[in-house]
Structures are given as structure tokens and as C-alpha cells.
């Protein structure tokens, strides 16, 4: 094994042993022996979420970007201190894989760039992180782990929930059946965004609306919680404003039929703001409302409040439990596997919808 | 005009010329001239609350019972002081037309008997109150109307909700739209009910489980706010337990769209505890949380909390309104007409959950 930084770092984390993910995140690593993580796309969420989460990382860092805009590189070099040599562009980002100090590369292009990007990052020996949902369709999700798997890199989708507290107490209370075994289950999650010029509204780019960008969390909000796969789906789609949702729904509806009985109904929708996650089981309940935001979730149950500390940014966990997947060489919880389930469960309620008939699913 | 009693309070009445609702109620009438109801059916909806709801009633009070059970006539009879001769069997109802004592007939029976029971009031030449859902069909809904236009006799369903104040103050933001156009709405009502002795899950007394019988209140919420009737509806249908819920959906779920654009997404069920109106402009909300219970709504808004009281009894307003529309002559609010829509809507659920196809409705 060549002594790069990276071997370097991944041995002092083997003899850390069998240190917790949460020993891991008390001792931080010095800042030199950091991750090196690389952004690839300067947009909003880059900019207003990943970057100061990335601040308050114990086990990674920023310490590259990757963008086609010169100003942009100037901006974020002067600001967050990256070296001219850990800059790239979308035609040179494939020489990123000559570069030691970036470990992993995080992708938050339009969705329609996360298989290219995840794939030449993988290419180039690069863990990834890809933003959700993975990919435009579940192809592209079964290739992307191809890719990482062949490259011997891990995958994981910026699915910053999956590392939440209420979101893990609602799992937790769904699994364990603690208030009793959940019959149903309510999501929504919508947001008032009939802009054209919001390239999500663009299905080439965005691959889909709502369904793609929100319904994504309305979906794992409700498999997570109950620990299961759906195996039949029905979903309706809804236009109002066909000059503005031209070729993709506004809102949609979709309800999901589980193995154990339970059933669950869902709205996404780009026209207006609802948020929220409510499970019930008999005579007994509980619910994020709001739910599925990244300023903070809201709990309670029908025994009493959920107590959980809002973290400034969701972000910070799930990149550092990515980062330990990697120091450890374990599996990422919001693995690829877990963004590929995601897609082939849009991809029914869409085709539902579009048909009009139930779609049935099977999982290996 | 022979002077019976009933005229009599309806001259007294029409002398208090255009005295609004609110300022009859203010000035309730001498016990003695108050409208005489009879109850039809002594289950547990009238025990716990039109009973006890007919206590603070200002334009009408309890001055019969029709039952099968001669037990529960002597109970009734010794605990509200009703006479003998105001006492009836399903047999001798009829000659209920022969009673001046009893000006309005409230029938509380099992579904399957709603319309035999209001058609046998209106003959015997009795205002009517129906209890929800108002049949087991729209035919007989339809059969209903008739018969109490016919007798010139008025017909109101027991929709507490339409003058309860949260439900009116969801109506005014729904409809004057000054917190924004409604965009989609949710609702939701289930309570776990899961036994077979329960009439309301035998089809044939209670016609469909709990898509008749709190199913009927999410529509409502819905198309009540929002002041429109849906044009088009799908419906989804489960069971799990089919020992149980023999030949009735255990659980609904169902999209009504509207003429203004907006679409609702409901939830109804017979297995686990939901309760819930929740409607969503672009960027702001009011919703009610409970909403549908008997017990009272709490309501708040992207706004601010809905300050309203909680009747002890929100069928107390409901039955002086009726009293009120009978005294001058005026159409009730929770007319006949609007059980029928209520009723044409549940079967267009249905029919789209047993075909999977999305029903249309017109509406004259």
C-alpha cells in the first residue's frame, strides 16, 4: 500500500479499532488528517447547506470544487481557502483522480448530470456522494453502483435524513413497534415553486417534478419508518398550470401497499408548502410535522413530545458518517442500493399514474 | 290555520320578523313553545349526545322516543320525563302524525333504516332530521327529498360540522381565499373499529364501512372549505383483515378533483386513530388538528392559533338551527340535497376503487 494521505488516514482510523461512529465523531481528526471532500456544482444547496455544514465536519473537509463558472471558482477559492490546484472544471474534473487531497467527491449537479459525475468520479478512484434522488431513472442508478463497485469506491446518496433524530426515532418507533405495529402512514412534503426558469422544472434536466425532488423523502419517510419495502403502488398525477408544468406533474398523490398490511398516502407537489409524517398504528400515533425540511423536524407522539436537539445543519452527520464508511470500509447507510430502491419506486407511482392502473412491485 | 301548537310557536315566530339565528338563540323560547323532537333510535350517538345536547337546545327540546326496546322506553321515559302517549315502537311510529307534542323527528338509526324511518316521518307530516351518512345510496337519498317535499315537511342531515366554528372559519379562508387560493387539501378521519358485532361494518345496515361513516366527513371537510364540487374522484380500497371486514373496504383512500384547480387527498379507515383537515394555499395553510370528532376541533394557521370555544355539544347548534329553518320556513343549512352530493361522491369512490378507474362527476 502506497503511504498517500489517504492510506495514511485510513490506518490510523483501522487502529482506532472498533470505535463507534459516535466515539469516532467526539475525538474529530486533526484537520490535516480530514477527508478531503470536493464539490461538484456551486449551486444553492452547495452553497446555503453543504458548505457550512462542512465547516463543523470532524472527519472531512472542503477542500476541492468543481465548476464551469471562473467566477464562481474565484468566489469559493477566496472564501473557503481552496488552492488553485484542487479546482476543476467539468472537462478537466477527470485529472481530480492525480489529486491526494480530495477523498471524496460530492455531487450536487441538476439531477440529469448524477450518473455522468458519480461514474467519472468512481473512474477516478473517488468515493461519492451523490445528491438525491440519485439519478433520472433506476438504469442510471444500477449503473452508477456498477461503477463503484468495479472501482472498489463507496457510494452514498445525500440522503441527510437517513442520519436525523426524529427520522431515526420514527424508525425506531415503526420497527420496534413500541406504540403498537403501524397500519398507516401519511407523507407530504410540497413547496411553491412554479417557476420554468427552475431547471427542476425541467424534465430533461430535473427528470420530474415534485415526485423526483420532494416525493423522494415522502417514500423513504414512509419505508424507513416501517422497515419495509412497498409491493404495489397506485399514484395520480395532477396538472394545473400546463404553461408552467409542461411536460411533468404538479402534484402527485401515491399510496404505497406494505408486506405486514400497512398502507400509506402521499402528496408532492411543487404549487404549495406542506410538510409532514404521520404514522399510526391502533389507537396510538406518531408524527414529524413539520417533517422533511432541512432547518429541523418537529415530533411528537400520542404519549408526548419527541425531545430531540435540531442540528444546525443535517448535512454535518451525514457526511461524516460517510466519511467513517469510508475510514472503516463499511457500508453506507444511505447507500446507493437504498437511492436505486427510491427510483424504482417513483418510477411505478409515475407509471401509475400515467396509466391510470396499480403497479406492483418485486424486490431480490 | 288551525291553531295547534306548532302554529302557534310558528305565528310567535314569524313576529320576531328578521331576528337572525344567532338572536333567536340569544332569546331562547318558554320551555312550552319550544318544537318537540323525537328521537328514532336509542344507540349510543343519542344517549351520549343529541340527549344530553337537547338539554341546552334554546328552540327545541325532547319530547319523544321511538325504540324496539321497552327497557330503554321506561329508562328514556323515567330519566327525561317523557311521557307514555310520546313513546312509539317501530310498528306504531306512524301514528306518530296523531302527536302534537312532536314537531321534528331526528332519525338515529342504522343506515339501512334512514330511509324508511325519514319517508314514515315526512308521511306522518314531521320535519325531519336524518343522521349521517343520509342513506345507503343517492336513489334513496333522492326517494327522501321527494317524500318530504311532497308532505311539505323539512329535511336536514345530522352534519354537526356545518355549524360548528372552526369548520366555518376553514369555510371562510377556503372560500374568501384571504390567506391565498387553496391549492390541495388533506383530510383525514379513522378510528380503530375493528369488530364484526359493530352494524357498521355489516354492509347490509351500514352500507360500506368507514367510507360511510367517517369517509363522509373528510369529503365534506374538503369540498366545504373550499365551496366547490368535485368533478372528478379516484378511490383506492384495502383490507387487510378479511375476517373482519367481510365485504367492505377496511380503509379508503381518495383524490377529488375540483373545478378551481385545487385537489384533496383523503384517508379514511376503520383500523387505527386519524384526524385531521389540513388545506394549503401557495404559500401559507389553515388547517384543523383534530377536526372531525365530536369532542371538538383545534384549529391554527401559517398565521396564528384559531381561537374559537368548544360547544359541550356542537349538536346543540346544529338541532336550534334546524328548530330555527322549521320556524321561518327557511332551507336548512345540512339540507337533504347536501346529504346527496355527499352520497354521490362516496359512491363514485367506491366505484373507482372496485374498477381502478377515475369516476366523473356532473353536477346540475
Known amino acids: 500500500m502506497k503511504t498517500t494521505r489517504r492510506n495514511f488516514i485510513l490506518q490510523s482510523s483501522l487502529a482506532l479499532g472498533a470505535l463507534s461512529t459516535a466515539k469516532l465523531q467526539a475525538c474529530a481528526l486533526p484537520t490535516e488528517r480530514k477527508l478531503g471532500v470536493a464539490l461538484v456544482g456551486l449551486g444553492n ?9 462542512l465547516q463543523e465536519t470532524e472527519l472531512c473537509a472542503l477542500r476541492g ?3 464551469g463558472s471562473p467566477q464562481k471558482a474565484a ?32 455531487v450536487v449537479l441538476p439531477n440529469s448530470m448524477h450518473a455522468e459525475f458519480t461514474i467519472r468520479a468512481a473512474q477516478a478512484g473517488k468515493h461519492v456522494i451523490c445528491e438525491k434522488p440519485m439519478a ?3 438504469r442510471e442508478c444500477e449503473q452508477m453502483i456498477q461503477a463503484c463497485k468495479r472501482a472498489n469506491v463507496k457510494l452514498g446518496i445525500g440522503y441527510r435524513l437517513y442520519y436525523e433524530p426524529h427520522h431515526l426515532e ?38 420530474g417534478g415534485a415526485i423526483m425532488d420532494l416525493g423522494v423523502y415522502c417514500i423513504q419517510g414512509v419505508r424507513r419508518t416501517l422497515g419495509e419495502l412497498p409491493t404495489a403502488v397506485t399514484g395520480q398525477g395532477y396538472v394545473k398550470d400546463k404553461t408552467v408544468f409542461k411536460d411533468i406533474y404538479e402534484m402527485m398523490m401515491f399510496q404505497l401497499e406494505f408486506p405486514s398490511g ?31 425540511n432541512a432547518t429541523g423536524a418537529s415530533g411528537k407522539t400520542s404519549e408526548g413530545p419527541m425531545n430531540f436537539s435540531k ?12 466519511a467513517d464508511n469510508v475510514l472503516k470500509n463499511t457500508m453506507p447507510l444511505a447507500s446507493g442500493e437504498e437511492g436505486l430502491i427510491d427510483l424504482r419506486i417513483i418510477e411505478a407511482i409515475v407509471r401509475s399514474a400515467d396509466t391510470g392502473k396499480k403497479v406492483r412491485l418485486e424486490w431480490k
Open 45 to 53: 444547496y452547495a452553497t446555503r447547506q453543504l458548505a457550512p455544514a
Open 65 to 67: 470544487i468543481v465548476t
Open 75 to 106: 468566489e469559493w477559492s477566496a472564501k473557503h481557502n481552496i488552492p488553485k490546484q484542487n479546482i476543476y472544471n467539468y472537462d478537466n474534473f477527470d485529472t481530480i483522480r492525480d489529486n491526494p487531497d480530495i477523498d471524496i467527491v460530492y
Open 136 to 138: 433520472l431513472n433506476s
Open 170 to 207: 420514527m424508525r425506531r418507533l415503526g420497527t420496534e413497534k413500541s406504540l403498537g405495529a403501524v397500519k398507516m402512514i401519511e407523507s407530504s412534503l410540497g413547496f411553491s415553486m412554479a417557476d420554468p426558469k427552475i431547471w427542476r422544472l425541467n424534465k430533461a434536466l430535473g427528470g
Open 262 to 292: 400497512a398502507v400509506s398516502n402521499s402528496t408532492t407537489t411543487y404549487s404549495s408548502y406542506v410538510d409532514r409524517l404521520h404514522a399510526t398504528t391502533d389507537y396510538r400515533w406518531f408524527q414529524l410535522d413539520p417533517s422533511f
Open 311 to 322: 442540528p444546525a445543519f443535517q448535512q454535518t452527520k451525514q457526511m461524516d458518517a460517510f
